[in-house]
């Protein structure tokens, strides 16, 4: 079974980056999608980054784009998602996740409608913290 694990998570001021990577257990296959997703208390979670293995297709939620980049290290199993430029409202806990599924619903995830439906193995997150 496909088990993640996050790392690189932490607290940082508003303007500031990080790098959180994801190590998976299994090796990647092309026909996997990676991604990055956070969630806060109340609220549902919600889709940063998605990057489809078999081309490198990227998709990038509207809030983060420009700030963000979803990578991949196809030899250790390892994704990561550099973010800079940080702000207050990116405080979150953070999550990766991958599954064997077909391009096109890989670049359709980040909508709220298909993230509900999904069948993602997640990672256990790790919290970003931007202060102001």
């Known amino acids: 079974q496909l088990q993640l694990a996050e790392s690189g998570g932490g607290s940082v001021q508003a303007g500031g980056s990080l790098r959180l990577s994801c190590t998976a257990s299994t090796y990647i296959r092309g026909t996997h999608c990676m991604g990055w997703f956070r969630q806060v208390p109340g609220k549902e979670r919600e889709g940063v980054a998605v990057?489809?293995?078999?081309?490198?297709?990227?998709m990038y939620d509207d809030a983060v784009k420009g700030r963000v980049t979803i990578s991949r290290d196809s030899s250790k199993n390892t994704q990561h998602l550099q973010m800079n430029s940080q702000k207050p409202e990116d405080t979150a806990m953070y999550y990766c996740a991958v599954d064997s599924v077909v391009r096109h619903y890989c670049i359709s995830v980040l909508s709220p409608d298909t993230l509900r439906a999904n069948t993602f193995a997640w990672g256990q997150g790790t919290q970003v913290t931007v202060s102001s």
């Open positions: 990057l489809y293995a078999a081309d490198g297709a990227t």
